[in-house]
């Protein structure tokens, strides 16, 4: 049986750089586990326009779907996550957003020591390469390149003038402690290429004799004995193999992987294992409980204004241009990540912070997987960005191989429905200011007919989407609800510590890979101090 100091399981935004920490000290001996593929054999994750055609990949995407959700009148929910190496980051929006100060402060609040704004902004500051360099909020040189504006878009202006128009300032970096304003987003992308956790972290971390990355191995069991993680057992190939750890077994599988591999291992609410024939290891009630994700709702808009990525993509000299710009120069069209701008708004009267988050994406579309609309179109999305709903993920079956049960409760709050429909009114807002108005042709969605709040309601409803920022599923904390301590370790047993978007206790309020980069970093100077 192989041994290892650490087996690491899931090569995604937190996983990443906590093999690459562990390996470069020097001090251990690495196993890391993920059930996807190499990042290199799909040429589409590098290029950041692809994250249209990975997003629907089942090669390197779960492609997990939610329950029928009640508010939604029985519609499941779509929930792309990443399935390669790099995880979710190889495959998703690419904008930098940290959240607010504010929001760790609160996981502090809980009891979380060392989890404050000031204590994660060092991790902050050791992952980034933020362009114009190092300053008291951010990082010159960390291994995650991030830029700003290598792509920009005129209809993108348009709709930052329009932002203005209503009076909100002009944000130059939304990752500072959290002003209310509009701007443009920084992006894991560099020289045109993505960012993902596997080029920062993994491609210098393999290249250490300590390090050994085992691709295509899902992961099925945790091993424990006598309260203590072992090691794990998982599945390549057909063949069935068992590691050894010596010192811990670290679980980055996502808000998804990590509580169904707790609850295949016997660690989770022992009336939901006992179900399945699942001998239970340890009864932790709050494994896959506790899920939040921010529900996203887009208006989309048809323009006279043949500056889209839809005409990129749709008209042939466009598209021809764009592939050759980018095979010559890695710039143009190619280059644009989803959303290059947006803004944080306060939109509910009891609320002292921004409460709402929008995208602005220079496209539009039906279907991602029919195409953008042969007409040239964009869209804004709208997100309530601290929402109150609750779900859950649980297992539907003791076979690893068969996806969980995801409830995710969107709308399920008063005050979740208030503020969607106030966003999706804001977006009605900006439409109607002279810089939009003046390039707009036709409200597609929701649509001119929809002006009241039950219109409004019944719109995010219907066409409401995932954010893909699930989190909250092996929350930290030291009630009987919690699931790893202020350090990460689960509760109750000995060398086994979860890292990842799931021990978040409240969802940050913007995307999640900066917050999830971060938790890796913390989480392997947590290891390392813990190992000596
Ligand atoms: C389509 C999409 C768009 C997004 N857009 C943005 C954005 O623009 N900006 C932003 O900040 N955030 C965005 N996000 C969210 C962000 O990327 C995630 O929150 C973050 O990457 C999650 O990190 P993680 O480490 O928790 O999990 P992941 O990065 O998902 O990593 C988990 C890894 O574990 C592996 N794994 C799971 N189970 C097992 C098992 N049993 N055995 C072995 N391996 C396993 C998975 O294959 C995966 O590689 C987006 C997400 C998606 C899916």
Not at 53 to 67: G, I, M, S, Y
Not at 93 to 114: C, E, I, K, P, T
Not at 303 to 325: C, G, P, Q
């Amino acid at each position: 049986m192989d041994e290892f100091d650490f087996v690491v399981v899931g090569a995604g935004s937190s996983g990443a750089p906590i093999v690459d920490r562990l390996t470069a000290s020097g001090r251990h001996s690495v196993l890391l586990l993920e059930a996807g593929p190499d990042d290199n054999t799909n040429r589409w994750l590098s290029i950041p326009l692809g994250f249209a055609k990975t997003f629907l990949d089942p090669n390197v995407n779960w492609k997990f779907a939610t329950q029928p959700e009640a508010e939604l009148g029985g519609r499941r929910v779509y929930w792309p996550r990443g399935k390669v190496v790099g995880g979710s980051s190889a495959i998703n929006g690419m904008v930098y957003v940290r959240g607010l100060a504010s929001d760790y402060d609160r996981w502090r609040q809980m009891g979380n020591q060392g989890w404050s704004f000031d204590d994660c902004l060092p991790y902050f500051k050791r992952l980034e390469a933020y362009p114009g360099g190092a300053s008291d909020l951010h990082g010159g040189d960390g291994p995650v390149k991030i830029t700003q504006d290598e792509y920009r878009n005129e209809i993108g202006e348009t709709f930052l003038a329009a932002c203005a128009e209503v009076g909100l300032p002009s944000i130059a970096d939304f990752n500072g402690r959290g002003e209310e304003g509009s701007g443009l987003y920084h992006a894991t992308v560099s020289d045109g290429r993505r960012v993902s956790t596997g080029r920062a972290y993994l491609a210098p971390a393999r290249r250490r004799s300590n390090c050994r990355v085992v691709t295509g191995a899902l992961v099925e069991r945790i091993n424990v004995a006598d309260g203590r993680a072992t090691g794990v057992t998982y599945r390549k190939d057909g063949q069935t193999v068992t590691v050894q750890a010596r010192c811990e077994v670290v679980v980055s599988a996502g808000a998804v992987g990590s509580p169904q591999l707790l609850q295949l291992s016997g660690i989770g609410p022992a009336a939901l294992l006992g179900g399945f024939g699942i001998p239970v290891v340890r009864d932790l009630a709050g494994v896959g409980e506790n899920l939040q994700d921010h529900w996203g709702v887009r208006s989309t808009y048809r323009t006279w204004w043949r500056l889209t990525v839809n005409d990129d993509i749709n008209l042939y000299h466009r598209r021809l241009s764009a592939m050759v710009e980018y095979a010559l120069l890695r710039t143009g069209p190619l280059t644009a990540s989803p959303a290059f701008a947006g803004a944080f708004v306060r939109l509910m009267p009891q609320s002292d912070e921004p409460d709402t988050q929008l995208h602005f994406f220079p496209w539009s579309t039906d279907r991602i997987d029919r195409g953008p609309h042969k007409f040239s179109g964009f869209t804004i999305l709208t997100n309530q960005s601290r929402p109150e709903s609750r779900g859950h993920i649980r297992i539907s079956s003791p076979d690893p191989a068969a996806p969980p049960a995801i409830v995710a409760n969107y709308l399920s709050s008063d005050l979740d429905r208030q503020a969607t429909v106030a966003g999706v009114k804001f977006v009605r807002l900006l439409a109607r200011t002279t810089a939009l108005s003046r390039i707009l042709t036709e409200e597609l969605l929701p649509g001119v007919e929809a002006w009241s709040d039950e219109d409004f309601l019944d719109h995010a409803r219907k066409e409401g989407q995932s954010a893909y920022h699930p989190v909250g599923t092996c929350r930290m904390g030291s009630d009987a609800g919690a699931v790893v301590d202020a350090r990460l370790r689960v509760h109750g047993i000995a060398g086994l510590r979860v890292a990842d978007a799931s021990i978040m206790p409240i969802l940050v309020s913007g995307n999640t890979n900066a917050a999830c980069m971060m938790i890796g970093e913390k989480a392997a100077d947590l290891i390392l101090a813990d190992a000596r």
